[in-house]
């Protein structure tokens, strides 16, 4: 089906709309029956299903101004695979629910579902199913499935004399964002960064294999998801300021903006690097940096003392 | 956690109400990681997994003035249930998004929880996981998880010579909306059919035990749905308005508008009717009533003619 390059939504329809969005969605084998009944059915192979769903508002997680559609679709696919490969599982399928205003053109609907899909492709997961309504602003409602081992790694298993670390980049999607709130579009790197994050998404089952006592997305903020694991699992953490080589286009950021670059590494999230613990810096995996330590007590600190600048991202 | 009674989502903040809300949903025997960690992780018994998901937007499927907020979580549950009721499945959990305004109340979210946990209960499953975040107008984001057959029923089976059944409550909902819609409040047995649906949640495994050849949920209106199965089936579908005995409320309803109370019945959704189709009247199970036949062919007709009212819901 193809559609005037002005076509919107209302023009388009409901169901001609969906059809041309489920032919961008190729189905892997362990799809049953895909898009198009009352439910998706998926044959499951091992005995545990891993299930995480997420929240995209415009105008709070994302601007159709400061990113394309596919980006949108990245992105909003991205943060989702992030959060199975954060509990040391493989992601296999998703689910998307789109609403949008009547007037939201065709074309971005399309190019959202092809930039999603094509971020599902990376780690072979298949988009089964989804929604499409109308509404004020536009909302999308992801929900993803995986499989993993009996013993999926949690929150709450970092012990003290545990490592703290790291994989992934950090930072460099919070400089891109603090970068188009001032206007600009460079350096280019860190705005693409932030568009479309590239989670490590392999790392999550290498450190399971590891041994890892703990995982998590950093998708709100480093500082704010080392906090999680420490409340979670009743420790301290202190994280190594000194650990981090700050990337060069985050020292131009922060010259620029008249801000520590080391903000956007503590405190930035988007990048959906993977943050873990281990019992050992010889337990870490290759592509993991050791950034810290955990010990016995509670909170976090950086280089042993509180940490005064922001730590991340709250949603009310 | 206990909150003022005029306190808002601004007020309680994030991770105050998510552990509210959490408390309100008990956790299954099939949940091995509930809610608080990247994902949950579900024991998964049989080697079929169906999923489905759903939006809500406020203002379009819901109106804050029209029904509770507990009625509102027991409609959003039941809609999803009933997708997977209408596979021949059986629910087993749950995820759900909440968007809304920071001045929503958080009494409300509190009761759309409740409400929705409730809901659940009624088919044993339990919610696993959700988000929350700031939108302009409350959105709401559901993905059901259930089990089923190797053999799930599927739109594309019905065949020419069977017969098309329904199980449940038809138009009852709709009619409770065209009251709404014009100020009014009663009936109340018609209002509150539109504000907490019973989906005849046992229906569905009963009807694939039973060798329907065909099922789906009547969300959108009987001969809508009736379309999709005669389309994905390739077959023609005769409804029968001789085999409605219409209700005593919605006659009364028709009146008081000046419309057929059939256009209730035949265009009507929500009510989450199971429609079905079977290889003979022999084969269809207590409960469910006749109401129609298979034929080759294409297309909805109504004692064998094009129906000239309205057939459905469309989001766009």
Do not use: K
């Amino acid at each position: 089906m193809s559609f005037p390059p002005d076509a919107t939504l209302a023009d388009a329809g409901e169901f001609g709309l969906i059809s041309a969005i489920v032919d961008l969605f190729p189905q892997g084998e362990q799809v049953l029956v895909g898009p198009g009944d009352d439910a998706a059915v998926l044959r499951v192979r091992t005995g545990h299903v891993v299930v995480s769903t997420d929240l995209m508002v415009e105008g709070r997680h994302f601007r159709r101004d400061w990113a394309e559609a596919a980006d949108v679709g990245h992105r909003a696919a991205a943060q989702n695979l992030s959060d199975i490969n954060a509990m040391g599982g493989r992601a296999t399928s998703l689910t998307v629910g789109l609403a949008a205003p009547a007037d939201l053109p065709v074309q971005w609907a399309l190019d959202f579902a092809r930039g999603f899909a094509d971020e599902c492709a990376l780690v072979g997961a298949s988009v089964v199913g989804g929604d499409l309504t109308r509404a004020d602003q536009v909302v999308i409602a992801v929900t993803v499935l995986g499989a993993c081992t009996e013993s999926p790694v949690l929150r709450s298993g970092a012990r003290p004399g545990d490592v703290l670390a790291l994989c992934g980049r950090q930072g460099w999607a919070a400089g891109g964002l603090a970068v188009l709130g001032r206007g600009f579009r460079s350096p280019r790197v860190l705005v693409e960064a932030y568009r479309r994050p590239e989670p490590p998404y392999d790392a999550g089952r290498a450190a399971a294999a590891a041994g890892a006592t703990s995982l998590i997305d950093v998708s709100d903020g480093l500082l704010a998801e080392a906090g999680h694991l420490a409340d979670d699992s009743g420790v301290a953490i202190d994280v190594h300021a000194s650990a981090f080589d700050v990337p060069e286009p985050l020292h131009a950021v922060g010259a620029a903006l008249g801000a520590d670059p080391m903000q956007f590494i503590l405190g930035g999230g988007d990048d959906h690097a993977l943050l873990g613990t281990f019992p050992s810096v010889e337990a870490v995996p290759d592509g993991w940096a050791v950034i810290g330590a955990v010990s016995a007590g509670s909170g976090v600190t950086v280089d042993g003392a509180a940490y005064d600048g922001p730590t991340g991202w709250t949603h009310f």
